[in-house]
């Protein structure tokens, strides 16, 4: 336990590259390659680090203040996935996530279920979470281990059921991206989009940044959207003119930046996702298989980044008229792209529907993870993760996953209205999704033998 411990105090920027480099000598890549891989990769992740801290400690003090300008008063504090994640290693199923985690790959695997090869061991702390909060409801270690391998195993079928968006929509040949929020809070915009395709005149409605560009010139260019959208929420919160200006310019920084980091990564990561697919497709009969790494990667898209901005001051007047939320966004607002990352890849960038689909997304997140506020606190309590003076806290990165609620749900019925509610919710847009999955299958496998067809 004190190995793993260690390794993942390393945090992503190197446990990542580490993982890299020994994937990438054991697929036989030369030693200077696997060692060039793993930096440029780590630099990546310390670049989207240093952004993230960016937002983190600028756009999310300005969202608290504009909620308390605006009289948003709440039970629970989110302290987002940089307090959640803590509470998740410290707990007795944080020990033995890892190893159940990776398990559940192997067999999937083995017994073909999965075609994801996940190599992002730093965010299996998703799953601890669910473990450890399935554990705090049920009272049982054992349940709590289930919690972990059941999310393991949906989320890894998630990332192959979106593989299609993440190859078509973001671009990433090879690439699964099973976790986290940007992964099991798709399937709720499937839905969405099929309305959206059949509802006459709104079919027709296309809003993205290129076309805002286009038609506006230097003032629709990326960076300058950043900055009008940071300059909005600095005067939002109250702030006076030479820090609204500081905020709008950080945000710029933002738009422009985040997607170099993204191609940092992309450039040490495609040669060795590269080789790894050519001997497990050869080694499986020419299956394709993907790997699996963190959402950050779709954060290289300057539609996330601009439906990020968007909804930070979207989020908070949900939390004002969602009803039954107790719950104050704050920690996760800084990246809240995570939550409608691959929503904007199934509408294709568009963000008018991104801000539709994304609405109803960030508000039954908001009402799960009111919900779920007391085995939150539980869990922080454990971890002994209670700041002074705090006596409830929540977060909408896992503590308003519908997976975690359904598990814990299950086991306590203390909520059967909201189980009913939810659960029945979500299991009809996994549904859709897997629909959504088959359509888009076959409809690339169409293009490749039309493409095979003019090519003969």
Same mark, same amino acid.
């Given at each position: 336990?004190?190995?793993?411990?260690?390794?993942?105090?390393?945090?992503?920027?190197?446990?990542?590259?580490?993982?890299?480099?020994?994937?990438?000598?054991?697929?036989?890549?030369?030693?200077?390659?696997?060692?060039?891989?793993?930096?440029?990769?780590?630099?990546?992740?310390?670049?989207?680090?240093?952004?993230?801290?960016?937002?983190?400690?600028?756009?999310?003090?300005?969202?608290?203040?504009?909620?308390?300008?605006?009289?948003?008063?709440?039970?629970?504090?989110?302290?987002?996935?940089?307090?959640?994640?803590?509470?998740?290693?410290?707990?007795?199923?944080?020990?033995?996530?890892?190893?159940?985690?990776?398990?559940?790959?192997?067999?999937?695997?083995?017994?073909?279920?999965?075609?994801?090869?996940?190599?992002?061991?730093?965010?299996?702390?998703?799953?601890?979470?669910?473990?450890?909060?399935?554990?705090?409801?049920?009272?049982?270690?054992?349940?709590?281990?289930?919690?972990?391998?059941?999310?393991?195993?949906?989320?890894?079928?998630?990332?192959?059921?979106?593989?299609?968006?993440?190859?078509?929509?973001?671009?990433?040949?090879?690439?699964?991206?099973?976790?986290?929020?940007?992964?099991?809070?798709?399937?709720?915009?499937?839905?969405?989009?099929?309305?959206?395709?059949?509802?006459?005149?709104?079919?027709?409605?296309?809003?993205?940044?290129?076309?805002?560009?286009?038609?506006?010139?230097?003032?629709?260019?990326?960076?300058?959207?950043?900055?009008?959208?940071?300059?909005?929420?600095?005067?939002?919160?109250?702030?006076?003119?030479?820090?609204?200006?500081?905020?709008?310019?950080?945000?710029?920084?933002?738009?422009?930046?985040?997607?170099?980091?993204?191609?940092?990564?992309? *450039?040490?990561?495609?040669?060795?996702?590269?080789?790894?697919?050519?001997?497990?497709?050869?080694?499986?009969?020419?299956? *394709?298989?993907?790997?699996?790494?963190?959402?950050?990667?779709?954060?290289?898209?300057?539609?996330?980044?601009?439906?990020?901005?968007?909804?930070?001051?979207?989020?908070?007047?949900?939390?004002?008229?969602?009803?039954?939320?107790?719950?104050?966004?704050?920690?996760?607002?800084?990246?809240?792209?995570?939550?409608?990352?691959?929503?904007?890849?199934?509408?294709?960038?568009?963000?008018?529907?991104?801000?539709?689909?994304?609405?109803?997304?960030?508000?039954?997140?908001?009402?799960?993870?009111?919900?779920?506020?007391?085995?939150?606190?539980?869990?922080?309590?454990?971890?002994?993760?209670?700041?002074?003076?705090?006596?409830?806290?929540?977060?909408?990165?896992?503590?308003?996953?519908?997976?975690?609620?359904?598990?814990?749900?299950?086991?306590?019925?203390?909520?059967?209205?909201?189980?009913?509610?939810?659960?029945?919710?979500?299991?009809?847009?996994?549904?859709?999704?897997?629909?959504?999955?088959?359509?888009?299958?076959?409809?690339?496998?169409?293009?490749?033998?039309?493409? *095979?067809?003019?090519?003969?």
């Amino acid at each position: 336990m004190g190995v793993i411990q260690y390794i993942l105090d390393l945090g992503p920027s190197v446990m990542l590259p580490i993982v890299i480099f020994i994937l990438a000598l054991c697929l036989k890549e030369k030693p200077g390659k696997a060692l060039r891989s793993g930096i440029m990769i780590g630099i990546g992740f310390i670049g989207i680090s240093l952004i993230v801290g960016l937002m983190l400690d600028n756009l999310g003090p300005a969202a608290k203040d504009m909620a308390e300008r605006f009289g948003v008063h709440m039970a629970a504090v989110d302290v987002g996935w940089p307090g959640s994640s803590p509470m998740a290693w410290a707990s007795q199923i944080g020990g033995v996530a890892i190893l159940i985690a990776i398990g559940v790959n192997v067999l999937m695997l083995v017994l073909g279920l999965t075609r994801v090869v996940n190599v992002d061991i730093w965010n299996i702390w998703h799953m601890a979470f669910t473990g450890a909060m399935v554990q705090v409801a049920s009272g049982s270690f054992i349940w709590g281990m289930v919690g972990v391998a059941v999310h393991a195993a949906f989320i890894y079928k998630l990332g192959d059921w979106l593989a299609p968006v993440t190859k078509k929509y973001f671009e990433l040949e090879g690439i699964a991206v099973p976790h986290g929020t940007a992964a099991y809070l798709a399937p709720f915009a499937i839905p969405f989009e099929w309305a959206f395709n059949r509802i006459p005149g709104v079919k027709k409605i296309n809003i993205n940044a290129e076309k805002i560009e286009s038609r506006l010139g230097v003032i629709g260019e990326p960076m300058i959207v950043g900055a009008v959208l940071g300059l909005a929420i600095g005067f939002l919160a109250g702030y006076d003119a030479k820090v609204a200006l500081q905020l709008g310019m950080q945000m710029a920084a933002v738009m422009v930046l985040m997607p170099k980091m993204v191609k940092c990564i992309m *450039e040490g990561l495609l040669p060795v996702a590269g080789a790894a697919r050519k001997i497990l497709e050869k080694k499986f009969k020419g299956k *394709e298989f993907y790997i699996g790494l963190d959402p950050a990667l779709l954060l290289g898209d300057t539609q996330v980044v601009a439906a990020s901005l968007i909804f930070v001051p979207l989020t908070i007047v949900l939390a004002m008229i969602v009803p039954g939320n107790q719950v104050l966004p704050f920690g996760d607002l800084a990246t809240i792209g995570f939550f409608v990352a691959m929503a904007t890849g199934i509408h294709g960038g568009n963000l008018f529907r991104t801000l539709i689909s994304g609405s109803f997304i960030m508000g039954i997140t908001l009402w799960i993870s009111s919900q779920t506020i007391g085995w939150h606190t539980q869990m922080a309590e454990q971890a002994n993760a209670l700041s002074k003076g705090v006596t409830q806290v929540a977060s909408l990165d896992q503590g308003g996953s519908p997976i975690t609620y359904i598990l814990a749900q299950l086991l306590t019925l203390k909520n059967v209205t909201g189980l009913l509610v939810i659960g029945g919710l979500y299991v009809f847009c996994v549904i859709c999704t897997f629909i959504y999955y088959k359509q888009q299958t076959r409809k690339a496998l169409t293009v490749v033998n039309s493409e *095979e067809k003019v090519s003969s």
